[in-house]
Every structure is written in C-alpha cells, then in structure tokens.
C-alpha cells in the first residue's frame, strides 16, 4: 500500500516553495478512488480550503473534450478526420498548397505555429501583458489563421507545433454540424452522460466553490486575478473539479464506454505526431507523441496517456496509465508547481516505482544541490549558480559588468555533473563534481568551489 503521507507532504512542500495557493488531486483505480486530498485554499482572502468538489479552470484539458466531440460526430457518420476542414468552414490557407484535414488540427499539425491568441488575450485580460485580439466569434477565429499563410513553418501532418486556433476551429466544426453551440454540444453529449454535474465553462454560474483564480508574480504574495471566459472553448474553456475529472478518466480507463466503441477509443490514443519535448536527461527513447487532444509517453515501462491545461490562473492535469487501470487528477488555482510533475508523482507512487528516479525530480535535486554562490583560491573570484530544470545560469561576479553564461546539462552522473556552455562561436565543457559534502566547478581555466 502507498505512503499517502509521504505523497501528501511532498505536496505541500511544493506548494510552499511555490506559493500555490491551493490544490485538489485524487487518484483512482478504475472507478475506485485511492486517494483524495485537497491542500490550501480555494481562497485566501476569505481562508477557505480547498476541496474536491473546489471547481477550477482545467484549461487546455477541454482539448481532449473537443476531440471526443469530433470522434463521436465521425462515429455518427457526420465526418471523417481525413476530410478537409474547408468541407465545414471557409478555411482557406493552404500550408506549402496542401489543404488542413480535420486530424491535422486534431494533433496540432498543420503546419501553422501558435499564433499567440490565446496567450494575448489571457495576459491582457489578467493586466500582466499581451494583447487584446478582438477575436470572438469562429468567423474571426477562421479569417485569423487565413491572413497568417505568411506564418507557415511547414506541410500538414509533418511537424507538432501547438495551436490553440486550430481547436477552436474544431469547436466550430462541431456547432456547424450540430446547430448547438459547443459548450451545450459538450454538456449534452459528454458531461450529462457521465454524470459531470460540477463541471462547466468559465464565465457560467459555477456554485460557491469557483476557487478564486491567482497570479504568482516571481516575487511577493499571490494575486487574486478574473475569471475570464474563452470564446467557443474548446481549446480551453471548461472548468471542473477533481472528483469530476475522476469520473472523466473512468471514459479512458473503461476504454471509451459508454460514449464511445473501443475501437474509436484506440484511434483517440493512438500515437500520430511526436513531440519535440524530450525529457531530461535527454533520451530521444522517452520523447512521446500527440494523439487526438491527448499526449502519449512511455513511462517506468508503461504508457502514460494525459494532457494539461493552463489558462494562467488555473492550471490542472489528467493522465492515466491503461496497463495499472491507474489515474490522476490534479487542479490549482495558481501557476506554482508544476501539476503535471506532482501527477507523474502520484501514478509513479501508486505503481510501486521509486519517485527519485523520476526526470524531473532529478533536476530538482541537482538544482538545490549545484545552486549556490562559488569562489576561486583564496576568494579571488566569485561566481552565483542558479539551477532552473535543465539549465543552468553562472554568473561571474562583478559589480558593473557580471558575466552571464548559460549552461545546458547532458550528463548528470553520480560523481560529475557535465554541462555545455555555449559560448559565440564555441562550446565549452563544464563539469561539476562532487567531493564529499561539497561541490568543485571547472569553469574554462577557473577552478572553484562551493561557499
């Protein structure tokens, strides 16, 4: 049986090094929960915890939605993901002459880079940045990837380069086909089947428990931020609670039933376009791939099936492994600790696999080791490390002129710690090596070690 203390504690170390405000996660085993545990505050103003029945924004999670929306459609013969999307909607940009089929907006390969809708308006809306669009129709959304073909990057179907445009075109598909607009489409077809009676779109009436959505500048105490609805919303719009996206995982864990055939289930996870993100410390073996509004990675030899979301103020995370019949929903109100790492955590923990071996938790542990001020012989030279996940920052001290130089890890062994600083026109090896309680870093001609 896990150490669910040792998984609880872990958390809220976490979100004390963050500053989260709060946090809701539940673990399942088919349709039975293992564990469920909420930490902090749905409010901090008000001191309310947080709970499993807390509803949070779940952002880029409503993918996943979206695609299940589109898949039942093509179950009911409305569509194919091979048909163009010009078939629908007068999408008219054609990525190097080739036409946008419906699964390449699925995956995220149309050729077309993140054109920044979302980023813009999510920013502008909380007054920390970015831009106001205009955009909130899908006839804005279509004329706004067709006056982008000056964007293009590569061919449909070639390369993974995330679209958030690109799913609400699918949103668009679906009220096109349906006469409904997509959050009843998806309240209709998806939440009231399942049972998801506390789930719903931002900017809807979403009961008492709404957590209050929070800005974590780099410095200082959380700030309450908006609510702030996202036209169409299938690229990030719904908003739910743990409990909920537990019953949501049970769909994936049952293998689609009831809403839809196993074998519509396995086009949905099926892997179709890999990922550019390669997991440190840098094995092109655990790179993963992106199915339709799902991503897929192996994992401690299994498959590790889930998506994330953030809309700034609420982040969230659902993932599951199909070989253990194992799930995990995380959801925060805050961009704090990442929720994804906390749920690759918790599915590791309840496998029986030992968590330090874990990427990311190897970083973390060679950031608070490396971080830190250095000094050469007898102090004549000082030097600040910053570790931040695989990179790591060293600057020579100076008071008008500190040097900067950025380091890549490559091989974070047991005794050295090897990096490449990149330099202009040159590469350079740097190694930090590990003597007793202490740390030494060779640095081009400089030999220092930790004060």
Same mark, same amino acid.
């Given at each position: 049986?896990?150490?669910?203390?040792? +998984?609880?504690?872990?958390?809220?170390?976490?979100?004390?090094?963050?500053?989260?405000?709060?946090?809701?996660?539940?673990?399942?085993?088919?349709?039975?929960?293992?564990?469920?545990?909420?930490?902090?505050?749905?409010?901090?103003?008000?001191?309310?915890?947080?709970?499993?029945?807390?509803?949070?924004?779940?952002?880029?999670?409503?993918? %996943?939605?979206?695609?299940?929306?589109?898949? @039942?459609?093509?179950?009911?013969? @409305?569509?194919?993901?091979?048909?163009?999307?010009?078939?629908?909607?007068?999408?008219?940009?054609?990525?190097?002459?080739?036409?946008?089929?419906?699964?390449?907006?699925?995956?995220?390969?149309?050729?077309?880079?993140?054109?920044?809708?979302?980023?813009?308006?999510?920013?502008?809306?909380?007054?920390?940045?970015?831009?106001?669009?205009?955009?909130?129709?899908? /006839?804005?959304?279509?004329?706004?990837?067709?006056?982008?073909?000056?964007?293009?990057?590569?061919?449909?179907?070639?390369?993974?380069?995330?679209?958030?445009?690109?799913?609400?075109?699918?949103?668009?598909?679906? /009220?096109?086909?349906?006469?409904? %607009?997509?959050?009843?489409?998806?309240? @209709?077809?998806?939440?009231?089947? =399942?049972? +998801?009676?506390?789930?719903?779109?931002?900017?809807?009436?979403?009961?008492?428990?709404?957590?209050?959505?929070?800005?974590?500048?780099?410095?200082?105490?959380?700030?309450?931020?908006?609510?702030?609805?996202?036209?169409?919303?299938?690229?990030?719009?719904?908003?739910?609670?743990? =409990?909920?996206?537990?019953?949501?995982?049970?769909?994936?864990?049952?293998?689609?039933?009831?809403?839809?055939?196993?074998? &519509?289930?396995?086009?949905?996870?099926?892997?179709?376009?890999?990922?550019?993100?390669?997991?440190?410390?840098?094995?092109?073996?655990?790179?993963?791939?992106?199915?339709?509004?799902?991503?897929?990675?192996?994992?401690?030899?299994?498959?590790?099936?889930?998506?994330?979301?953030?809309?700034?103020?609420?982040?969230?995370?659902?993932?599951? +492994?199909?070989?253990?019949?194992?799930?995990?929903?995380?959801?925060?109100?805050?961009?704090?600790?990442?929720?994804?790492?906390?749920?690759?955590?918790?599915?590791?923990?309840?496998?029986?696999?030992?968590?330090?071996?874990?990427?990311?938790?190897?970083?973390?542990?060679?950031?608070?080791?490396?971080?830190?001020?250095?000094?050469?012989?007898?102090?004549?030279?000082?030097?600040?490390?910053?570790?931040?996940?695989?990179?790591?920052?060293?600057?020579?001290?100076?008071?008008?002129?500190?040097?900067?130089?950025?380091?890549?890890?490559?091989?974070?062994?047991?005794?050295?710690?090897?990096?490449?600083?990149?330099?202009?026109?040159?590469?350079?090896?740097?190694?930090?090596?590990? &003597?007793?309680?202490?740390?030494?870093?060779?640095?081009?001609?400089?030999?220092?070690?930790?004060?």
């Amino acid at each position: 049986m896990p150490d669910w203390k040792m +998984l609880d504690e872990f958390v809220r170390e976490r979100m004390r090094r963050t500053r989260l405000p709060g946090l809701s996660m539940i673990v399942i085993r088919g349709d039975e929960p293992l564990h469920t545990r909420s930490y902090g505050f749905r409010d901090l103003a008000k001191r309310l915890p947080a709970s499993p029945r807390t509803v949070y924004g779940i952002g880029s999670i409503s993918k %996943s939605f979206a695609a299940l929306s589109i898949l @039942k459609l093509a179950e009911d013969g @409305k569509l194919s993901p091979e048909d163009r999307v010009d078939r629908f909607l007068p999408l008219t940009i054609r990525p190097h002459g080739e036409p946008i089929r419906i699964w390449h907006l699925l995956t995220h390969s149309s050729g077309i880079p993140a054109l920044g809708y979302a980023e813009g308006e999510i920013r502008f809306g909380q007054g920390t940045g970015g831009r106001y669009t205009t955009l909130s129709t899908i /006839e804005d959304f279509v004329d706004w990837l067709n006056d982008s073909e000056d964007w293009v990057e590569s061919r449909p179907g070639e390369r993974w380069l995330y679209l958030n445009e690109g799913y609400i075109i699918l949103g668009g598909i679906v /009220e096109k086909l349906t006469g409904l %607009s997509f959050a009843d489409y998806v309240r @209709k077809e998806i939440l009231e089947p =399942l049972q +998801l009676q506390e789930t719903g779109f931002l900017g809807e009436d979403l009961g008492p428990e709404l957590a209050v959505p929070y800005i974590i500048p780099s410095e200082g105490q959380a700030k309450a931020g908006k609510v702030l609805p996202i036209p169409i919303g299938s690229d990030g719009g719904l908003a739910s609670t743990a =409990l909920d996206m537990a019953r949501y995982l049970g769909l994936y864990l049952r293998q689609g039933s009831p809403l839809i055939s196993q074998e &519509t289930y396995q086009q949905m996870i099926a892997p179709r376009v890999r990922l550019p993100h390669v997991p440190a410390p840098f094995s092109d073996a655990s790179r993963g791939s992106y199915a339709y509004g799902l991503m897929v990675q192996p994992f401690f030899g299994r498959t590790l099936i889930g998506h994330g979301g953030s809309v700034l103020v609420y982040t969230a995370y659902i993932g599951y +492994l199909p070989e253990e019949n194992l799930g995990v929903a995380v959801l925060a109100n805050g961009g704090g600790y990442p929720c994804s790492q906390l749920a690759q955590i918790a599915l590791a923990h309840a496998a029986g696999e030992d968590i330090d071996e874990l990427s990311c938790l190897e970083l973390e542990d060679l950031g608070e080791e490396l971080s830190g001020s250095y000094a050469t012989y007898r102090e004549t030279m000082r030097a600040t490390v910053r570790v931040r996940g695989a990179i790591v920052e060293l600057t020579i001290e100076d008071s008008e002129s500190p040097q900067t130089v950025y380091l890549t890890v490559e091989e974070p062994g047991k005794e050295e710690v090897r990096c490449r600083a990149h330099l202009g026109d040159r590469q350079m090896e740097v190694v930090f090596r590990r &003597t007793g309680s202490n740390v030494e870093l060779l640095y081009e001609r400089y030999k220092l070690r930790r004060l």
